[in-house]
């Protein structure tokens, strides 16, 4: 099948990992520098513009060791329901706290479409995309194509694939500075940060509130 929902009703995202357990001073745990445990680029990347908010923001390992004096904690832990501009519905959850065994680290996407369902579940042991159209009961495989593998060694663990993306490929950083020695236009680019931004400002306003904000 297209990987293509068509338009999304609704989608559920999650990304989870323990690796938020430990006490210890980080920056990615400190208020100051860091907005927590939040994720909202895959959001806007499969559904488009978030128009609303609902969050709630988890506060659970004791950060309270003499390295944090004078310093507040993040956030370890998020719940959203999000609304789009187009009215599809949204739910997001993220944690840092999530002991998942050997598969240490877990990403799920399900978009629920008019023409049908695509998922994705990723760990370091395991990568699936799986699809449904709409009046068929069973899901099938996806392959990813090859022009995303490009030169990775597909005979390697799911972890490792995974990087060779990053090491093999014009991705993430590397991306970015290619797109400005090339001069053209980078994705993500500072305006999908700034809409990020916006909203992770939103789920912070909506926890501190105890209502949806809208943006």
Known sequence: MSTSPGRCYHCDLRYVGAHGRPTAYRWRRDRARSLGALAIDLARWYVGEIARVSAHLGFYVDCTGPEWKGRLPANDAAQLNVVF???????????????????????????????????????????????????????????????????VDRDKPPFVRGLGVFVTQPVGDRLFVDCILEDRPAIPSFYNGLKVQQVMEAAIQSHERGCWVTL
């Open 85 to 151: 501009e187009d009215g599809a519905q949204g739910a997001i959850h993220v944690s840092w706290l999530a002991h998942v065994g050997r598969r240490s680290q877990e990403q799920v996407v399900v978009l629920h479409g008019e023409d049908g369902t695509p998922e994705a579940e990723m760990s370091y042991l395991a990568t699936e995309i799986r699809g449904v159209r709409w009046g068929e009961e069973t899901f099938e495989t996806l392959a990813v194509p090859d022009k995303l593998w490009g030169a």
